[in-house]
């Protein structure tokens, strides 16, 4: 069976704590995305949840990264903080009219991320869907969305994402329950559960189920290990992958990437 890309990378490039150990000594730190894009296969833009940026910033990201090198980008709080979704649509348009596009063929999904406070409600949450727009100045767009209440466990949040081709984010994670139903035509995995205490974040004993993961994924399974609540699995097709280590270990989140991307050879 065929399969698609399978890029794998950490959250942002600038952290204290990976200078010594992710960056080598000395790096100036003007080129630390330079070097973490050299490294790794894609990084999770988490800046933008909390402010914009203007286009200079996105084309100059983009510059420092090599060719094939991917960048997903994380929504505006302003949008998926409030009571009601439906409502978002200015956010929405005001986050994606910022200069995401000045990625360029770097540019990745946009990841739409809920407080774990938010509960599904059918209605509003479709409507919200209906907000994301394909295209933003002639370049298509991609979205997903990490819920992080149970009460999305339902096959109609499934069916609802799949109707919209906007993916469901798996989550491993040791606070918020998972969905790791296939919904878009690309796979987006955050990896939310390691520790410090390891040298590769996770256990190294964990790292060949997330490759298997990610190659099933990217070959158009669904792992058989994970909680699914859709009626019906996704269409087998080919998926591109994103995985990510991410929130929990993240001093060594680097080296997990850079492992797993060595296993995935």
Not at 98 to 117: H, N, S, Y
Not at 147 to 169: K, M, N, Y
Not at 200 to 207: A, K
Not at 254 to 265: F, N, V
Request: net charge negative.
């Amino acid at each position: 069976m065929s399969s698609a890309p399978i890029r794998v990378g950490i959250g942002g490039w600038t952290f204290e704590p990976w200078r010594g150990t992710f960056y080598p000594p000395k790096l100036p730190q003007k080129r630390e995305l330079e070097y973490a894009a050299n490294a790794l296969t894609a990084i999770e833009i988490n800046g933008t949840y909390y402010s914009s940026f203007k286009p200079a910033s996105f084309a100059g990201w983009a510059a420092a990264a090599p060719d094939g090198f991917v960048f997903t980008v994380k929504g505006s709080r302003y949008v998926t903080n409030r009571k009601l979704l439906a409502e978002a649509g200015e956010s929405v348009a005001r986050f994606v009219g910022q200069g995401l596009v000045e990625l360029g063929d770097k540019l990745g999904p946009i990841l739409w991320q809920f407080m774990a406070t938010k509960k599904f409600d059918a209605a509003d949450f479709g409507a919200f869907l209906d907000l994301l727009p394909r295209t933003q100045d002639g370049v298509a767009l991609r979205h997903a969305v990490q819920v992080r209440h149970d009460s999305f466990h339902t096959p109609e949040f499934v069916a609802l994402c799949r109707a919209a081709g906007v993916a469901i984010v798996f989550a491993d994670s040791p606070q918020y329950p998972a969905i790791a139903d296939v919904s878009g035509d690309f796979v987006y995995a955050r990896l939310e559960a390691g520790e410090d205490d390891n040298p590769f974040c996770y256990p190294e004993s964990d790292l060949p189920r997330w490759m298997a993961a990610a190659a099933a994924w990217s070959a158009g399974a669904q792992p058989e290990d994970l909680p699914y609540f859709g009626a019906a699995p996704a269409p087998v097709q080919p998926r591109e992958t994103f995985v990510f280590f991410i929130h929990g270990g993240k001093v060594r989140a680097p080296a997990a990437a850079q492992e797993l991307i060595r296993l995935l050879g």
